[in-house]
């Protein structure tokens, strides 16, 4: 499930409601939660743009893009399907990101 794009029910900040939504989870927090980045449609942004030729399986219904700073923590019941695959060279471009993002050593 590491380093994949799965669909989540993704509540609203007052819990009132959800949507399902694709994320992409990138580490394991715990026994019971997982971290992801959330993809948006709107490719406005200047963030990590996913399409067809990013992926090894399945298909996207639109390009995206993953939204990197927005971490955000999910309890594994709300992970409705794991779907998507991508490739090492945009796992790779993730994992710089983030990095750059939160000052990490190197």
């Known amino acids: 499930m ?6 989540v029910k ?3 900040t007052d819990l009132s409601d ?4 694709p994320v992409f989870i990138f580490k394991k927090y715990d026994e019971q939660d997982y971290m992801f980045l959330p993809l948006s449609s709107n490719i406005n942004r200047n963030w ?19 939204v990197i700073p927005k971490i955000w923590i999910i309890h594994k019941t709300l992970i409705i399907q794991e779907f998507w ?12 990101k983030l990095c750059v993002e939160f000052w990490c050593l190197k």
């Open 18 to 21: 959800y949507k399902i939504r």
């Open 10 to 12: 993704v509540y609203f």
């Open 85 to 96: 695959e991508l490739k090492q060279e945009i796992i790779d471009k993730i994992s710089n």
């Open 48 to 66: 990590i743009v996913i399409n067809n030729s990013s992926l090894i399986s399945w298909k996207l219904d639109k390009e995206s893009i993953i």
């Open 2 to 7: 590491i380093w994949k794009i799965v669909l």
